[in-house]
């Protein structure tokens, strides 16, 4: 009962850990890998350093996709896409 009684703290630590910091961070992974896999030509992207761009083609062999700039074309693996700020972009404005 004493060995027991000396764990809990060890446990309820992990608890906490697990459904603060690591469910949350699968949570999210889980969504990254399914906003990637749903991209298709024409969404209009950020990539996470910030490039904007248009998807003119995927390519499922090596999972990248080239992205539509000012400056023309850019190859992009699609885990360089940023999911927020994508999202961020495509919402429909809000009037005031």
């Given at each position: 009962?004493?060995?027991?009684?000396?764990?809990?703290?060890?446990?309820?630590?992990?608890?906490?850990?697990?459904?603060?910091?690591?469910?949350?961070?699968?949570?999210?992974?889980?969504?990254?890998?399914?906003?990637?896999?749903?991209?298709?030509?024409?969404?209009?992207?950020?990539?996470?350093?910030?490039?904007?761009?248009?998807?003119?083609?995927?390519?499922?062999?090596?999972?990248?996709?080239v992205i539509e700039t000012l400056a023309?074309?850019?190859?992009?693996?699609?885990?360089?896409?940023?999911?927020?700020?994508?999202?961020?972009?495509?919402?429909?404005?809000?009037?005031?």
């Open positions: 009962m004493d060995a027991i009684g000396s764990f809990l703290p060890f446990i309820a630590i992990f608890a906490v850990m697990y459904f603060f910091m690591i469910a949350p961070q699968m949570k999210r992974s889980k969504q990254e890998k399914k906003f990637a896999s749903e991209l298709k030509r024409g969404d209009r992207v950020i990539t996470k350093s910030g490039m904007h761009g248009k998807i003119v083609d995927l390519n499922d062999k090596d999972n990248s996709c023309g074309k850019i190859k992009f693996d699609r885990s360089a896409i940023s999911m927020e700020m994508s999202n961020k972009l495509n919402a429909p404005a809000t009037v005031k």
